[in-house]
């Protein structure tokens, strides 16, 4: 395994190179480039911004939505990474089968594009979301700052983690990535990204949102963000546990399968 | 210094007949329904043994199908053998499928460095190369536009200026001389001699039985996955040659 990881960081320079054309070529042609990356969360919180302007479900707080579309961003922000790097992550053998097929490569690099990549996704959305809080917020920058990027390191050991399982997955069966998908979108729904983890508190649901391993990933990130709270040591103890478990099968996975995998492809 | 060394190494592919398992019938197979779709076991490399020494050049011959290009590709490590040992020392430079993998969207001069890096290059020791790479594939301009709009001749010609900008211990060749304009080929073959003689191990995979004489030191013909005959290069081309033209010789 730590051979493994050696083998990894050996290669540092071939999948980086491969994040940044990535990243180039998915804006190639088009006339603000790289603009879009930050022009699709901003039209995101515009719209945000409006709708709970007028939608404000309690007229006693007028001001409400200006919280409202802070947090819905960055719930929307962690959601996108952990949904696209899981969804893309499952094609991630199949999109690189030529390098697999060409040079013995450590397989963890493959997803590890994946995450990159998005990671890059997130920050700049992130990166909206601190704007958006010095403009709407009542402090320009909370004080708690700092404490998200120890959370997106986190986010991002847990999705490579997820992402290695699901691009194993999906090599051997195909229909892998068509059930994420669908799964994908229940879970949205299961959540509390565009409500408030009250209401299904409310409900009697509140385990839900507790073992919610994505919803844990957006309170480590969102609260220091947009609330300048720090979220109680336990909710920190159980991401870690989530990455710890993710990085752990995911390293497992590739090694029980490192040696077979190239004949499923 | 490079050293090979396989002890009864099997490679087996396992192939559906019609497509891949879908994940409802592998779920399904244990409980009720009998497969339609059974797997095909390919016997690619049957109990191989070898061993390569420092300075030996190796030519393998033998029909479509005898398991030559899957001998290289266990031997770069890309199939893992399904059991005995594989030992391979040195660094490797395969020369193989070298036109696949080439990022379609980025042009020449990324991806040679997409290339270099995959190859184990630095930063710091590409850039010494790229000048060079760009000279010995003559694309000029080209470099600065996709390889998407290039001709299979043209990526083969980058893919093989990359490929060969190493240097390596081992050199693994399958068959990459074949393509390219004839000034080309000339010009390949003399690096490829350049490099045969700079490289300490070196196995080459053809169907050009003539350069198998030129350029090697020891010959193995492959049938089925197993060596039919190991020995010097002449004696294994005269005795491959005699076989194919036997049945020939029945049919006048």
Redesign the interface.
Known sequence: MIDHMKAVW??R??WL??VK?DL??RY?RSVLGIGWSMLHPLAMTTVLCVVFSHFNADPTKPDAWRLYAQRTLAGLAVWEFLRNTLVLGCKSFLQNE????????PYGIYPLRTVMGNSIHLLITLTVLVILVAVLGTVYVQPTIWAVFPAIILAMLFGWGIATIAAFATTY????SH?IEVAAQAFFFLTPIMYEPKLLIDQQLGWLVTVNPVYVFIEIIREPLVSGIIPDWDRYAYAGGMTASSVALGLGTIAWL???V???L | MGRIELKDVNVT??LRKTT?????E?LLKGLFLTTVNPVVAIHALNNLNLTLNDGERLGVIGHNGAGKTTML?ML?????PTSGSRIVEGRIC?LF?IS????G??NGW?NI??RG???????KSLKKKRGEIAEFCELGDFLNIPVRYYSAGMLVRLAFAIATATEPDILLVDEVLSVGDMAFVTKAKDRMRQMMKKSSLMVLVSHDLNSVQEFCTRAVWMEHGRVLLDGEPRAVVTAYQASIAQPAAVVA
């Open positions: 050996t290669f320079y071939f190179s491969l054309m180039v070529t190639r030529a390098y697999i097929r060409l040079s013995p490569l069966f195909h229909d892998v059930l490192q040696k077979r190239i004949f499923q | 592919f396992s891949k398992v879908t994940l409802k592998y590709k770069a490590g890309v199939y893992p395969s499928d696949v993998g080439f990022e969207e980025a990324d460095n997409y890096y995959l190859q184990g290059e630095t930063p």
